[in-house]
């Protein structure tokens, strides 16, 4: 094969990749890019690697008919590699039987996940079209990383703008802020990713800019270095989950001295008398005041004084991270932010008003293009149930039993069946140990995956698939003006397939063939999407080239325009005609609505509620350290772990753990070492780094290390590789959200003495052929006519 050059984007860059004679041999940035994520190396021997699944692989116990897990069995036993007609019969003919036996509800398709940056091959769309065909599944809503804010958001702000998209752009922030504080930080680390791909990083560029243009950044965090890279900063150091605490006190000091906008408060929100006794203390006796929320938070009582009087003076904007969501009572410091935002009244205005997420992804703050890229149409699901993707074990572990969500009172579905494509579990969830047990519970778990990851070693069927490298496909974001033909760099590892592959030949044994692939290949349905992206971008003045070109160059970079935009500055313009999609049209401080539910963990606006488990709790005497568990700066979530950029940030093999250095000399830890993290939940090894960037109490280890327990499928054994979800809770935010509560979790850190078990999360399974595993036979071909 001669050599060539070609663009690809992933969700952390696009880059230039070449192969050699079938080989991959580099991965360089493009050159559009001015910061370039370094993540792209770690597909360098990895594609390629040892740990590709290479052919179709059952768990030997569940051939030998053990349906369940039980005790050891997935994550702990040997596979049986088949071929592929005999793995495709097996799961046709799983399907089949649970969708009759027990209804197509007992299937789900939850497949939370990132996997590919590609338009067409897009794991978790392929996966549900497929579903769809055949009758449908038990599916999840909201997200990981900000499921919190997608309920509280539309109940306060009518809709989710700000949150994900349609940011006041950095523009505007870079000519008209004087003051950004920045809630949870602005880290570079996160900045590298965005959903769809990224073509240029320009975050930091854009602080660099405002900063330059006068404005002072602020980072209230407990960790120094959740600043931008290379933009004057200053630390406003507090401790973890008080953030709500200080807000109300901003918000105290503001109404105190009469600093407030009335005007603002009047015509453009509801509720505000409500929100005004509790902050002053008239309905619980306790006013949420400087010197109250200084014991809580560690902010000195004159500095938060200070801050809120510098606040009123200038055009602030107010910038707050997903983390602060995922945590107890996560819905409150965004709710609280949108209070102190509309006390100082500048929402609506040029560099003032508030935004979530920004530098939690690179897309945040940069314009959206005018028109939506097309995606592989999912069709409908015709079953009902549904969970909080962050609600996944609980089901598991308690099919029939109720909870409540959102206003409405829920069952939990009873899971025969759950189909796995495109994401890990065994990285997104919390309290791993739970989920071990709780992943024993369903019959089978089908996983497609091209790696030996956790999810896969706990898997029943493991259907072999293709990376983006090895398969053609198309990428563009709605905030890059560049459009990728990622083309197919080599040739298929092992007897890896596609998805979309691997669904169609379900599908026809299934008799759904047709419906699944409207009688088109994956070549023909790249051309498709491309022209319905063209046609949108046409319509909108945007000019795309026809496809033959556009395949023949490899990306088309499309004209723009820059246009600035203020997040609810059409509210602010005209309330009247531009009402929110709230009840009342308006910024709700006070929720008639969520009042109504009568959450006593969520009531009828933002206020302060103690986190389960915090520096202030009583469970801190016995966990003294605040476990912070960020995504990592060296891989997007638990993708590629086991590539050269993460394996480099490795301590003694492990993830690193940060620990302020008072707190490590008073356990006897010094630089390297390997430490025990731990609490009732469970305990992983890691390797200690010190430092002073963390305030005194706090520990941050981050999350992506492959699942690595030292008794492969029994919960509560030692965790190796520095997995930090084996510590923290399964818990939901609140009846309201039911999200993730990972940055409420206490630990204790130790020296780890004795021999250190080694890591094995990168030693691929213990994998035979069927015609070596004597009294087990192929199944019967399961095929149904159309």
Known sequence: MESETLLTTMHWGTYEVRAENGRLVSVEPWIGDPDPSPIGKSMLGTVQGDLRVSRPAIRRGWLEGNRSGGRGGRGGEAFVEVSWETALDIVAAELDRVRVEHGNSAIYAGSYGWASAGRFHHAQSQVHRFLNTIGGYTSSVLSYSYGAAEIILPHVLGGTDGLTGNHSTWDGIERHSELIIAFGGLPWRNAQIQGGGAARHEAAAALRNAVANGARLINVSPVRDDAPRGVETEWLALRPNSDTALMLALCHVLLSEHRHDEAFLARYCTGFEAVRAYILGETDGQPKSPAWAAALSGVAQDRIVALAREMATKRTMLMVSWSLQRADHGEQPYWAAITLAALLGQIGLPGGGLGFGYSSTNGAGRPEMGFRWPSVPQGRNQVPDFIPVARMADMLLNPGGSFDFNGAA??????????????????????????????????????????????????????????????????????????????????????????????????????????????????????????????????????????????????????????????????????????????????????????????????????????????????????????????????????????????????????????????????????????????DRGACLAGAVLTDGLIPGVVQLPTGAWFDPSTPGQPHSLERHGNPNVLTPDRGTSRLAQSPTCNSTLVEVSRFDGAVPPVTAFDPPATVRLADVPGLAGPQPHHKEA
């Open 410 to 679: 829920m069952t939990y579905p009873d899971i025969r069946l759950v189909y796995w494509a495109g994401g890990n579990p065994f990285h997104h969830h919390q309290d791993l140990n739970r989920l071990v047990e709780a992943w024993q519970r369903p019959e089978t778990i089908i996983v497609n995956e091209p790696f030996w990851t956790a999810t896969a070693r706990h898997a029943d069927i493991v259907l072999p698939v293709t990376t983006p490298l090895e398969r053609n496909d198309l990428a563009f974001s709605n905030r890059e003006n560049l459009v990728v033909a990622m083309k197919q760099a080599i040739d298929p590892v092992g007897e890896a397939r596609d998805d979309y592959r691997i669904f169609a030949d379900l599908s026809t044994r299934l008799g759904t063939g047709e419906a699944f692939t409207e009688g088109r290949a994956a070549s023909d349905w790249i051309p498709l999407l491309y022209e319905q992206a063209r046609n949108n971008a046409n319509a909108a003045g945007v000019e795309m080239p026809p496809f033959d070109r556009f395949w023949h160059d490899g990306h088309a970079d499309l004209a723009r325009q820059l246009t600035s935009q203020t997040l609810l500055g059409s509210f602010r313009a005209d309330p009247e005609r531009q009402r929110l999609a709230t009840p009342s049209g308006r910024i709700e401080l006070f929720s008639q609505t969520i009042d109504s539910f009568g959450y006593d963990d969520c009531p009828g606006h933002a206020v302060w509620r103690e986190p389960r488990e915090w520096l202030g709790s009583e469970l801190a005497s016995r966990f003294p350290l605040h476990l912070l568990s960020p995504q990592p700066a060296d891989k997007l979530h638990s993708q590629y772990d086991h590539g050269s950029v993460s394996r480099a940030g490795k301590v003694s093999d492990r993830a690193p753990l940060w620990i302020n250095r008072a707190d490590a000399a008073a356990r006897g830890i010094v630089d390297g070492a390997v430490v025990r993290v731990f609490n």
